[in-house]
């Protein structure tokens, strides 16, 4: 059973940055697409990016795209989101979860990704 574990959630400014980590177990991270998303409060849950196991396909929102870079360390079974330019909008728990098999794009809907973590939350003040 894969386990996910976001981290680097905090309070920033309108126009600051911040980088969250997703740590995950499992032998075969390098193997599935890695997807981030978000959840404001009273929101249903939205895809935010993904990337391909080997790092090489990226996708994002359109909300996100020019101002969020997903990337991925496979030797560390990590993914990583730096978040530029952040504005009270992009207020959320963020979430991390692997696509549901090897090699597979599991595109932009939630419940495509399995074995959500805890996330983390992420505060943008105006």
């Known amino acids: 059973q894969v386990q996910v574990v976001e981290s680097g959630g905090g309070l920033v400014q309108a126009g600051g940055s911040l980088r969250l980590s997703c740590a995950a177990s499992g032998r075969t991270f390098s193997t599935y697409y890695m997807g981030w998303f978000r959840q404001a409060p009273g929101k249903e849950r939205e895809f935010v990016a993904h990337?391909?196991?080997?790092?090489?396909?990226?996708d994002y929102a359109d909300s996100v795209k020019g101002r969020f870079t997903i990337s991925r360390e496979n030797a560390k079974n990590t993914v990583y989101l730096q978040m530029n330019t952040m504005k009270p909008e992009d207020t959320a728990v963020y979430y991390c979860?692997?696509?549901?098999?090897?090699?597979?794009?599991?595109?932009?809907?939630?419940?495509?990704?399995?074995?959500w973590g805890q996330g983390t939350q992420v505060t943008v003040s105006s």
């Open positions: 979860a692997p696509g549901p098999y090897p090699y597979v794009d599991p595109g932009r809907i939630p419940e495509e990704y399995g074995y």
């Open positions: 990337i391909s196991g080997d790092g090489g396909r990226t």
